[in-house]
């Protein structure tokens, strides 16, 4: 047996025990004393919500292999030949009406959201960690403002940046665009209660005492026990910089720097007009693999983000 | 550091004849002081650069009006009372209170009610379901917006056709009257699943022998659900009302987007957003944008505030 | 009539662990029996199983003359009061009381009535507006006792509901629970893992370990009869001397020491010759004042004293005797002395419980008296009792 196949196998032998363990500590569905079918009713209602939720994405893979005339001409839900999505999908490569090629778009959501998503979580791993296991002169103060921070909405500063990027030179520039998604105060919120649950005050005096340097205790000590609630932040911010449309709609002006969601906005705006250029189809498949490495994301470190995201409502 | 350990302190011991004063910090917490500053100073600083500043700047921008003739000159609250007094400005407010007194109370319905199901394990496939709502939370709201406007496109769209075949002839889901119920549909398809997942962890949390002991006391499971687990997840929800009103009243995508699908119903007043967008960027009118930002924010800060005021008052009975 | 009676009843967990094996027991109408074993035994398992939160792997438990293993928990009419309380915590004393009322649909009088009635029985009148959060640990404990006297049950279920509060306390709330027990004269299954607990407030105390009953029978029979090492160990604090001695006709070797048998030599017959596991108990050694020999079943035993610990009241002597210890504890430590090498001379192999004015001092060589009659004897392959004789 080769050694992927083994460790496939005792992937699935935990996973099963897991399951087991999980259903020792559930309470039986029989002790709720419910009726007869209601189960079944129940779940008749998760698979209408489902459908709800996956129409959309199915519509979109599906219309993602037609013709623009058959994604207005047929039926939404069936395929429709000729199987055309090949041929967009070389078009993603191409600059088609002069708004600008996706591929380029794609890795500038790629870049913005990466470098963002890094930054945001190296600063908030540090200010959570900072604000929850030190006492300094303000840091009440200061964290205060932070969380009034969560309040104040983006278009509130999205204009005036502007106009100071204005004067700074920062319009088109990719920093206009990666400093501010580096500013995640939910982020260090998390980090912050996160050390408080999971990091003993105890433990880092212990290490105190045995001499290590701050520096030390944080790099040895508190950053491996700090990666779960890190990797829900990291999640967050990625995602959050991955969707964001209003910041870079109001910054960059050069076609060339857009992500992918102004690049569309753009094109969902240009589409109804573009004559030959067939727009919506790119559109449709466009957003296809938009969506596709986020859901994989999601998919692959729900272990990780699972508990993370009630962290907010656990402190207060 | 160790120069500065060395150095001579200030005294250790206070002179008694200042017992008011404010105990001097042993060297100890003042050195530990310095590392836990120097762990959140790079946060602060990108903090401060990006929020406190352009805020500021708002602010200052907001005081100011700019001539065609005579430039810039500082006009006290003459962009406040222009916002103040403009009826699209509240118009749009108003339209985005209803939109989110509608979506988030729906909402978070659904979600608790998908919620509980999982928790309480009374569907089969829980963790498949779980997982399939969550999607639309990996959509950027852009993309959700254009699959929706396909959906709900008047000539062509899928949805359309629905209402066609059960008799609708000449529906428009993107009218003037069915804007706002529409966009409320896309916002519970993409925010359900997220809600759901938090409710869902704030519901595994209440520990199991309070409800096994409701069940020996023989409680009805809708009475379990209202009475002892909904009190228990109390705060969740009052998290979720908060972050979901904050979206709500920034409502921006959706609109824009639709916009590009049914043309002349979404207004360059529509929401605030719209407004201060088509103000300060389309119109370049920035001062009278910023005016706008703010006096946003103080209608958001001044909700939240209510929500939390209404949930202390709710604490001390 | 018994009120609970359970008949080979095992429990194995979805994930393999098997938490009791084939448990028979019997709760009589108005007795407190008390369930108690080390950490892990099955003891909460047990509990869960009667109460019909965990489903029953094989096996019968039966209330009254009903066999209950598929009623729901909500029709079999038992209160249990939860290790951790399992309180309510928005909701304040009197409603938590008064809750199980409400789905009785108990009309409002009467229900506010039975739980004024409850919360006086139990002292608990002042606090009825507050919440759990805002009470002491014994306070709490009342409430949930509150929570499941006033539902008037058939049975009552408690999971160690005294664990968590501090020594003092525990001592109180002990009488407290059995005053209230009196009162409604429910049957009542209690758990604990503390063996002063069990032998104070039990009728009747079934000693549990690794899902497997050991004994069921009153508190004296357990003291005075062990039926096996282990219970005679888990019984009796300090825990009893065990060593392993060769019967020889009518004497018994331990170590070098000879002990006449006396009466107990018809009982040993079967061993002579062989290897038995001689229990004394550290009450029933007695310092020899140099009086000369008593009665005839009166053997003595000479020891080195390694410490004497003063508790003021009485003293434990802790002494050696070159035989060599049997009991699992006493293995145990002796291991983990040897291998952390501590002083040679401080090492024991037995306790006795003495007068604390008989001025026993270290490194003195003293010589005990022991009643043969009162030594315990075991089997050592079948760690069972040797049958004692009728009195
Ligand atoms: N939900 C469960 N899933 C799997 N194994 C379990 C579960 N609950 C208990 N066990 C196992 O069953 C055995 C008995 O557990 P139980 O809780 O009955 O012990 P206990 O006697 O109450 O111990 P304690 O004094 O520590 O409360 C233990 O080995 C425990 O690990
Ligand atoms: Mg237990």
Redesign the pocket.
Known sequence: MSAAAMNSQTRRERRRRERL?ER??AIPVELYGLKRGTVTALTTCCVLFALFTLAPVVWVIINSTKTQSNIFGSFGFWFASPFEFFHTFANLFRDIDGDGTYANWFLNTVLYSLSGGIGATVLAVLGGYGFARFEFRGSKAFFAIIIAGLLVPITLVAVPLYLAYAKVHLINSVWGMILPSMVVPVGLYLMRTYVELSIPRELIDAARIDGASELRIFLRIALPLMVPGLMTVLLLSVAGTWNNYILPLIIFSNNQLFPVTVGMGLWSQHAGNSGDANLYPLLVLGGLVTIVPMIALFALLQRYWRGGLLLGSVAN | MSETALRPSAPAVTPPSTPGKRRRRSAYARRQGRAGLAFVTPFMIIFTLIMIAPLGYAVYQSLYTTKLIGGTSFSGFANYSTVLQSGDFWDGVIRVIIFGGIQIPVMLAIAFFFATIFDLGVARWGPLFRAVYFIPFAVPIVVSSVMWGFLLDPAYGPFNHLMNAIGFHNFNWLSGNLMIPSIIIIAIWEWTGYNCIILYTALKSVPRDVIEAAILDDTPLWRIIVRIKLPMVRPAIIMLVFINTIGAMQLFIEPTILNNYQAGVVTNTWTPVIDIYSTAISNGQYQLGAAMAVVLAVIIVAISVASLGFRGRRREQ | MSAISMEKLSKV?S?G?S?LAGLDLEVRDGEFVVLV??????????LRMVAGLESITSGTVRLGDLVVNDVSPRQRDVAMVF?NYALYPHLTVAENIGFALINKKVPKPDRERRVRSAAAALGLMDLLGRKPGQLSGGQRQRVAMGRAIVREPSVFLMD?PLSNLDAKLRVRMRSEVLRVHKAIGAATLY?T?DQVEAMTMGDRVAV?HD?ELQQYATPRELYDRPANLFVAEFIGSPEMNLYEATVTGDELLLGSQRLSLGPARTLLAPYRGRTVIAGIRPEHLELDGGAGAGHAGMATLVADVRVVEELGDEAHVFFSIDATAAGASMLAAAAGEAEAGLLAGATHNGIARTNSRSAVRRGQRVTFRVDTERIHFFDPDTSMAVPRMPR
């Open positions: 363990v020792d500590a | 967990y994930s662990v938490a074993g080390p950490s892990g035994c099955g003891k909460t398992t047990t290790q160690e758990v893992h549990l899902g």
